[in-house]
């Protein structure tokens, strides 16, 4: 797709890619494209796991490495923001873990230090990354904040587990500061996204379940990963300028669903071989 130069002038920090199959690294790819500059940043783990070099040489972004939930770590990356760019216009969190999730745990029998690392890694830590920019002065009037959610917030998916408590949060997170923040022009929304395929979301059981319910039932089917960056670019803009503390289902038509013809007519087929 050729750029139109949506974010021609603006800075950011984009948290959570990791490989070329991540929402973060297509949201990279796309906010490059439209003239945005801007540090990428993982938590240090993530050196051995990803090759975020290669994006940041693509896209002209230094890399940050910063652990989202260290004060430490978040001080150093908004200083280093300020040093390049004066401060930012916007912030991407593409951030979860859920180490139940990953262990296996069922949700009535959690391992509860697991659970609030969980909380914190994909809840607080939007918390954390916002309050750090705003306290350390990195974060510009007028800016857009966007954090990646999924309807698991407000849905029950059994083996999403934990992970719909800790996006539930971060989704509480976005209202309440975006109240705050609002004053000063700062947008805070989150895009609940379509199952994706992509290294985090493999790691949860019944993933291939999740990810073929939700293709039988939307009408548009599942959003990719591409789609959703396109979404995040257009949130990042001055387009959406007077949207604010939004969870936006960017997910087909899913959330708005009941069953579709199509599901029935899978459902009518195995009931039938059972009779």
């Known amino acids: 797709m050729k750029g139109h130069g949506l974010l021609e002038g603006k800075k950011g920090i984009i948290f959570g890619a990791l490989n070329d199959s ?7 790819e796309a906010v490059h494209r439209e003239g945005g500059r801007f540090i990428l940043s993982n938590a240090p783990v993530a050196q051995r796991l990803g ?29 280093r923001a300020k040093a390049l760019y004066g401060g930012v216009d916007f ?34 830590s939007l918390h954390r990354v916002i309050h750090a920019a705003d306290t350390l002065g990195a974060l510009r009037d007028g800016g857009s904040i966007i954090a990646l959610t999924y309807i698991g917030a407000q849905r029950t998916f059994s083996k ?19 109240y705050r923040l609002g004053k000063r022009g700062i947008r805070v929304n989150s895009v609940s996204q ?9 790691g949860i059981a019944g993933f291939d379940a999740m990810f073929k319910f939700a293709e039988r039932i939307a009408p548009l089917g599942n959003a990719d990963a ?25 997910d087909g038509g899913f959330a708005t669903m009941g069953i579709s013809d199509e599901l029935i007519a899978d459902l009518a087929e195995v009931y039938s071989k059972g009779e």
């Open 22 to 28: 991540s929402i973060a690294w297509k949201i990279a």
């Open 51 to 79: 090759g975020l070099d290669e994006l940041a040489k693509r896209t002209e972004a230094e890399i940050v490495w910063a652990d989202a939930t260290s004060e430490e770590d978040l001080t150093a990356l908004f200083e």
């Open 91 to 124: 912030i991407v969190h593409s951030i979860g873990m859920g180490l139940n999730v990953r262990k296996n745990r069922p949700y009535e029998d959690l391992n509860y230090e697991w659970y609030k690392k969980s909380l914190d890694i994909s809840g607080i």
């Open 160 to 178: 999403y587990s934990e992970m719909g408590d800790a996006k539930a949060l971060l989704e509480s997170i976005v209202r309440s500061y975006g």
């Open 194 to 202: 379509s199952p994706t395929i992509t290294t985090a979301g493999s």
């Open 226 to 250: 591409e789609s959703c960056a396109d979404y995040t670019v257009s949130l990042i803009s001055d387009l959406t300028r007077m949207v604010t503390m939004q969870n936006l289902f960017h």
